[in-house]
């Protein structure tokens, strides 16, 4: 019994060397001009951080569907906001505002 179970212990380890040298002849290197930076870049050389965030209130924009809900009588309205996200540079001191609109869908189906 204890000779069935280190043999079969050995043999696992042999196959799990064997994959993960296998695994490691597939990595490629990594050239510096490759890597791209994960912030936005100032043109004083300096970086933007985020500042702050602000939201307009939800409201109505006129676009409506039948509702989602199955209801004979009534539609689903689309609501939408604002969403202000404000950065700075950590240099400069240079800012921006950027604007995207969220939006989402309140029922107002009955039967």
């Not at 490629?28 to 300096?46: F, K, T």
């Not at 039948?66 to 009534?74: A, D, N, V």
Request: with cysteine; glycine share 10%; proline share 2%.
């Amino acid at each position: 019994m204890k000779k069935t179970m280190k043999v079969c212990l050995m043999s696992l380890a042999i196959a799990l060397t064997a994959v993960m040298n296998v695994g490691l002849m597939n990595v490629s290197s990594v050239h510096a001009a490759e890597v791209q930076p994960r912030a936005i870049l100032c043109s004083c050389g300096g970086t933007f951080y985020g500042t702050g965030i602000t939201y307009t209130s939800w409201s109505r924009d006129g676009v409506t569907r039948k509702c989602s809900h199955g209801y004979p009588w009534g539609e689903d309205h689309r609501l939408s906001r604002s969403k202000i996200s404000s950065y700075k540079c950590t240099n400069c001191g240079l800012g921006y505002e950027e604007k995207t609109t969220e939006y989402y869908w309140e029922c107002h189906g009955y039967k």
